[in-house]
């Protein structure tokens, strides 16, 4: 089963780390991206003691000045002068103590400082845990940005250093978990990968980030079939499967592991029902099935050239067979080759050009061919998608087809950070022959979606003949 690739997706309503800022180290980066205005606690948390009031009187002066050295003077004053009240002046159990401190020590980059005095003062106070972890999010921002930067130009150690400290300030977002996980993945480190991703499912599940759970989870299920954990993948694919019943490749994987644990009765229930279509009268017989079985095989098992091999054997055949294509794609970023994941990952734009996870695809196999201009100028057209569009099943018949996925809104942005407004989208659905010609096409209109709003697609064709797919935006 294939891994979907999340590593390019900018957050949207991020804040901008100014340029100086990316090439220092990661709290410096911090420091550098946090409002110059402060903001008091809505919780109503009182100071309660005349050192606590004065800590937070320096941590004011400490972030809305402007003269570095005043700066550092009263943050360093502010920390002292709470860290007294605390160690000897019986406030230790002060949930206000607590709370400056952690905002002091983040202003001051100290990410682990902050970690600590935050879950302490959160502890002592839970009825301040949003205030403090929209706190925690100012310093998460940064980090994430700069490790998704760093992704793109393929410096992975750079950014999994990011990632890492983004999850040390705060957890209450995926995005971190997921990408560190693709990261992984792609480097063929099967068990890290597993523990980012079962992470990144958890918070996603419990934060109701419904794409990203999706994504969490169907890649955490592909990754114990890499690792040979059947058991442990199938409670997990079929919770995705729960969410997204259509999905007939997560079936067909989820047979699989069925099938390793000895549950044939759901193996061969899940392969009549997502088994082969009829074949069509025209045209060559595919060779799809025995080879992208193959193909497949060779991939989980790490064999990235001979699965390319394989898999070009199908593309050979079936030029616009969607799948093998992926497949293949997938197996160029194994073999880090990429003018071969560009050439592969732009047939496959031609085929679904709203799919943001291909587009990013092909912007990362063209800056890994050197081509930046190319590379930004398809980063910039993702971060513009109004909205994605992802193909779940599409089944050909021996008189038609169907086509069925769902479009999710997107935080479009100008390449300058300002956000574009949500707006209906036409696309027409082209049903074609094994040489791509088109037998029957159906228009498919979708409304203006808000970010994370979802809306199922479907198109329906008749005609025979027909062995693929594809789409374009009107």
Not at 75 to 83: E, M
Not at 140 to 147: A, D
Not at 164 to 176: C, F, G, L, T, V
Not at 358 to 385: D, F, H, P, W, Y
Request: hydrophobic share 40%; proline share 6%.
């Amino acid at each position: 089963m294939k891994i979907q690739i999340v590593l390019a997706s900018m957050l949207a309503g991020s804040a901008a780390v100014p340029a100086a800022a990316q090439q220092a180290a990661p709290n410096s980066r911090v420091v550098a991206a946090l409002p110059s205005r402060y903001v008091p606690p809505e919780c109503g948390l009182k100071p309660g003691h005349f050192k606590v009031s004065s800590g937070a009187t320096y941590l004011k002066t400490g972030v809305e000045t402007e003269v570095p050295d005043n700066r550092n003077r009263a943050l360093a004053s502010g920390s002292k002068v709470l860290l007294e009240a605390i160690q000897k002046d019986g406030q230790e159990k002060n949930p206000a103590a607590w709370y400056y401190l952690g905002r002091i020590y983040l202003q001051q980059g100290d990410l682990a400082g902050a970690d600590s005095s935050f879950s302490k003062a959160e502890s002592l106070s839970p009825g301040c845990k949003a205030d403090i972890s929209k706190v925690r999010y100012t310093g998460w921002i940064p980090l994430v940005n700069g490790g998704v930067e760093f992704a793109k130009k393929q410096q992975n150690d750079s950014a999994l250093v990011l990632f890492r400290e983004a999850n040390s300030i705060y957890r209450d977002k995926p995005a971190a978990f997921l990408n560190a996980g693709v990261i992984f993945a792609n480097a063929g480190q099967t068990d890290s990968a597993i523990v980012y991703w079962e992470q990144a499912a958890e918070i996603a599940e419990r934060t109701n980030a419904t794409e990203d759970r999706n994504v969490a989870t169907r890649n955490l299920g592909a990754m114990y079939q890499r690792a040979n954990r059947h058991k442990e993948a199938v409670p997990v694919l079929e919770r995705y499967l729960s969410w997204v019943p259509n999905d007939a490749e997560v079936k067909r994987a989820l047979a699989l592991s069925y099938r390793a644990n000895g549950q044939t009765e759901k193996a061969v229930a899940l392969e009549k029902e997502v088994g082969a279509a009829p074949a069509a009268p025209a045209g060559p017989p595919s060779v799809a099935g025995g080879a992208m079985n193959e193909a497949i095989s060779l991939y989980n098992g790490k064999k990235y050239q001979e699965a390319a091999a394989a898999f070009e054997k199908v593309v050979a055949s079936e030029p616009y067979n969607r799948d093998a294509l992926f497949g293949l794609a997938n197996s160029y970023i194994g073999l880090k080759n990429g003018p071969k994941l560009a050439e592969t990952a732009a047939r496959l734009v031609e085929i679904e050009p709203m799919n943001d996870e291909i587009a990013r695809m092909l912007a990362t196999g063209q800056r890994m061919a050197k081509k930046e201009s190319l590379a930004n100028k398809t980063a910039t057209q993702v971060l513009g998608m109004p909205l994605a569009v992802s193909i779940t099943q599409f089944a050909p018949t021996a008189s038609g087809a169907s086509l069925t996925g769902t479009a999710t809104g997107r935080e479009a942005q100008t390449p300058q950070g300002k956000p574009i407004a949500a707006k209906p989208v036409t696309l027409i659905v082209e049903f074609i022959d094994i040489k791509g010609t088109v037998i029957a096409n159906q228009e498919v209109q979708i409304p203006a979606l808000k970010p994370g709003q979802s809306q199922p697609i479907e198109a329906k064709a008749e005609g025979a003949g027909i062995t693929a797919w594809r789409y374009k935006r009107m």
